[in-house]
């Protein structure tokens, strides 16, 4: 009896494992897609047993090893990606990688390090483990990303000592150390030895050093990033060998796209033979895809390259990638990098909301496909955005990128708070925490698929057209944007402030009367809305507010609505401190002057018999005379605004310090610590020599200034390979702290911080001391410092507008305090011997400080 009952579910499980693989689908329209992407080794362990591959590479307590997470994994967890609404998944590469490179102290976990492009690599799984997961994936209606590698393999040799243009066997070395092979075991990238003369006539490779000059084009194109061996792309041999290995993946998986690692470092045009090719034996990867079923194969590169507020620089080399000067078609698609940017700056750091107005209008003129451009909020490359924003404004960039052209990417592990770059969604990885985070109860899992859900049933957000319709240019508070295309229209609206905010006189696009209908809030439900005269509406927006409304064809009748205030001429030249206005009313007896939309801050008018009015504009916060401020009247009661008026103020900057530094300093607290040994670290760079700070109103300003200056990576904040870490101590203040998080130090002096302010090249964090340890940050705040770098006087310069520090009435008296290290991902490690990317001569657990400022105290002249 019991072999009978078992017979049914055996044949079942049988015919199943007969069946054929759903490798080929045909493609979706990529607009309407949300993409998860998972850095595989870190998201589920399904197979422990392909863990330890026996070369020391496997340490699930380490960061830089391998942690065990496989395809296996990501296949027991497709419940829990598509439950938050993702309908593709994208995964780091999943080729043969080198495993172990102990000259740079790292494994290739990652997968970014190919020994060999068309075998799976046994970390992982096999061959017919990633052809389940494209089934699985299939058979849900979901479809496969494969991260790919054209630019370079692992690290097999290099240049020490020196380098010969002219003769590439001269201070060649081979990496004799690389695990598991000391070369690449496919070929043509085997031919990887100039010594041998077959290998140099073969020119698979660019025989160069590693690069350290990001902004020489040659150096980009033709050396080596990070001391990964460089191929030679414009080598026929190379490009088919390409196209063939990435085909394969094609034929015999069905991935449905590809994402391209580092395209920066490959000419834009390499991309037109690698999509477009017509060899019969290697096709581009439109035909491979067109050959499997598929007529809309998704090809979008990362080109890290994130614009300053107003220029367009990055966006165009990015737009160079997908269409070339005579239209040439090349990839259909990049990341996003300087949205991404703009929404770090205005949702995390209290930046003008205008800037993210300014780069969305920028995106449809720069970009010729912008709903093929993927976008997020953090990846692998960059910080979570927890490690220096806060989750209200997470919500925010999240919904923001629902409802703009492009197409959505969550990275795994932020729908469950994770402030760690590169942690392990699995209990015995790394960073975990010793248990697994697969929570669909979790609050952000939710809020997260509610916003995906947002966009699968409203077409328009992920088709539509944006026209931005307002942005503050004076700091964090409103924005908003119609979405429209011929069916439908909705209306998005974001307050980035801390504070309630009226957004007055918005142009919405629609007729009056017209009844908006609430789609989503981030707080609670979303109410109706109906247009007022002129097409406009005035709204009062909650601290961190996000909206979206869908226009109905419901037309209301406006009942009378009482005559509108009117503010007298405001001042055109700018201000250099407080002053009056002044205006008249009929009937309103209710008013508030506003400033900036800030509902806080808002001044109660008296109005006399006559209807005359006079009220005093406060200008603590306003530093910068290029900024203009807005200026209207506002009825809480009625809801009516006028006209608005602007100004400007330029409030003087007040010299309250001036730090002379010791050059050479630069050795830690000891004098015995020395410099990771990379040859991107130069002498001197994080050696402060001057420290000089101003104030205007309440705002600070410090700037700072270094021995010796490095652009090397051509980092976004315009300085690199040193990281900043500055605390305030405000007189009269409670709440304070005196750990120095991370860096394994307290404040000396007996100094105690109410700010502080972390930044390398790449990041840009402020902090309060709440909840703040040696172990832990303190608490987010919502207005972080602005950046400038000056590489010909060796300067970077901080400004935190007085908003950021709680609006001091004074900044005499307060005590700052300045140190210098590296950052990426977390402080630098300190060790006894220095290595490629560890600083040397100290202990694991001493400070991580190589230079810092004496504890200055601020002093008006």
């Not at 790394?430 to 697969?438: Q, T």
């Amino acid at each position: 009896m019991k072999l009978i009952l078992s017979l049914p579910p055996l044949l079942t499980a049988l015919a199943a494992s007969a069946a054929p693989l759903k490798l080929h689908v045909p493609s979706p329209d990529w607009r309407d897609q949300v993409i998860y992407f998972v850095m595989t080794d870190r998201f589920a362990d399904g197979d422990p047993r392909n863990n330890d591959q026996g070369v020391g590479a496997y340490d699930p307590r380490s960061n830089d090893r391998y942690n065990g997470g496989d395809l296996a994994g990501l296949r027991q967890r497709l419940d829990y990606i598509q439950g938050l609404g993702a309908t593709a998944l994208w995964l780091t590469p999943p080729v043969r990688n080198q495993w172990l490179d102990p000259t740079l102290g790292f494994t290739g976990y990652h997968g970014y390090w190919a020994q060999h492009f068309k075998e799976v690599d046994p970390h992982l799984g096999t061959l017919a483990d990633y052809q389940r997961l494209s089934h699985d994936l299939h058979s849900r209606g979901m479809y496969l990303v494969q991260d790919i590698v054209v630019n370079h393999v692992g690290n097999y040799f290099g240049y020490e000592g020196g380098w010969d243009p002219t003769d590439p066997t001269r201070f060649y070395t081979p990496n004799t150390r690389s695990k598991p092979t000391t070369a690449p075991t496919q070929w043509p990238f085997n031919l990887n030895d100039p010594r041998r003369a077959a290998d140099r006539q073969a020119g698979i490779y660019h025989w160069t050093p590693a690069l350290v000059d990001v902004k020489n084009p040659d150096h980009e194109l033709a050396h080596q990033m990070s001391g990964l061996d460089d191929l030679n792309t414009s080598n026929p041999v190379v490009m088919r060998a390409l196209r063939d290995s990435y085909g394969f993946w094609i034929k015999r998986v069905g991935v449905d796209a590809f994402r391209v690692d580092t395209a920066f470092y490959v000419p834009p045009a390499y991309f037109e033979d690698f999509m477009h090719s017509r060899d019969a034996k290697a096709p581009g990867m439109v035909e491979v895809a067109r050959r499997t079923g598929r007529d809309s194969f998704l090809v979008f590169g990362e080109g890290f390259g994130i614009d300053a507020p107003g220029k367009t620089v990055m966006a165009e080399r990015i737009e160079s990638y997908v269409r070339g000067q005579a239209g040439e078609a090349r990839m259909n698609g990049m990341l996003n990098f300087p949205l991404y940017g703009s929404m770090v700056d205005v949702f995390a750091r209290g930046r003008p909301t205008q800037q993210l107005a300014d780069r969305i209008d920028a995106m449809m003129k720069v970009h010729s496909r912008p709903h093929w451009l993927p976008t997020f909020i953090d990846n692998h490359d960059v910080d979570r955005w927890l490690a220096g924003g806060s989750e209200a404004a997470m919500k925010q960039a999240l919904l923001a990128t629902m409802t703009l052209p492009g197409i959505p990417v969550l990275y795994y592990g932020t729908e469950q708070g994770f402030t760690e770059q590169r942690a392990a969604m699995f209990a015995k990885g790394y960073g975990s925490g010793g248990r697994d985070h697969f929570d669909t109860n979790a609050p952000l899992y939710r809020l997260t698929a509610q916003m995906t859900a947002l966009r699968k049933a409203n077409k328009v957000l992920s088709r539509g057209n944006p026209q931005v319709l307002a942005g503050s240019p004076s700091g964090p508070g409103a924005i908003a944007w119609r979405m429209a295309d011929e069916k439908q229209a909705a209306l998005v609206v974001f307050n980035t402030a801390d504070t309630e905010v009226l957004l007055d006189n918005l142009p919405t696009g629609a007729p009056e009367g017209t009844v908006l209908r609430g789609l989503f809030s981030l707080h609670g439900p979303a109410s109706d809305v109906t247009v007022g005269a002129q097409g406009r509406i005035s709204l009062r927006l909650a601290p961190r507010s996000g909206l979206v409304w869908q226009q109905t064809g419901t037309v209301q009748r406006l009942a009378a609505t009482p005559a509108t205030p009117r503010l007298d001429p405001l001042p055109s030249t700018p201000v250099q401190g407080d002053f009056q206005v002044s205006g008249h009313t009929a009937g309103q007896a209710d008013l508030r002057l506003v400033i900036d939309g800030d509902l806080a801050r808002a001044v109660l008018v008296q109005v006399s018999a006559d209807g005359r009015f006079t009220a005093t504009v406060p200008t603590g916060r306003m530093s910068d005379p290029a900024v203009p401020h807005r200026a209207v009247l506002w009825s809480p009661g009625s809801g009516i605004a006028s006209a608005p008026a602007t100004f400007q103020a330029a409030l003087p900057w007040v010299l309250l310090a001036d730090e002379a530094d010791p050059a050479g300093d630069d050795t830690g607290p000891t004098g015995t610590y020395v410099y990771p040994t990379h040859e991107s670290f130069l002498p001197g760079q994080m050696d402060l020599t001057r420290t000089r700070v101003w104030s205007a109103g309440g705002s600070l300003r410090v700037e700072l200034t270094l021995r010796n200056f490095s652009t090397v990576w051509g980092p976004a904040n315009g300085f690199d390979h040193v990281a900043f870490t500055f605390f305030v101590e405000l007189p009269g203040r409670s709440g304070c702290a005196t750990a120095m998080p991370d860096q394994f130090a307290s404040l000396p002096e007996g100094m105690r911080w109410h700010h502080r302010v972390r930044a390398h090249g790449w990041s840009n964090a402020h902090f309060g001391p709440e909840g703040a340890s040696g172990q832990h940050d303190g608490t987010a705040q919502p207005i972080g410092a602005q950046i400038s770098a000056n590489p010909d006087a060796r300067t970077v310069t901080f400004t935190l507008p007085a908003a950021a520090l709680g609006d001091p009435a004074t900044l005499a008296g307060a005590r700052l305090y300045v140190t210098t290290w590296d950052y990426d991902g977390g402080y630098r490690a300190l060790a006894a011997q220095p290595g490629p990317f560890v600083f040397g001569g100290a202990q694991p657990t001493d400070p991580r400080v190589i230079d810092a400022t004496r504890v200055i105290t601020l002093q008006q002249p």
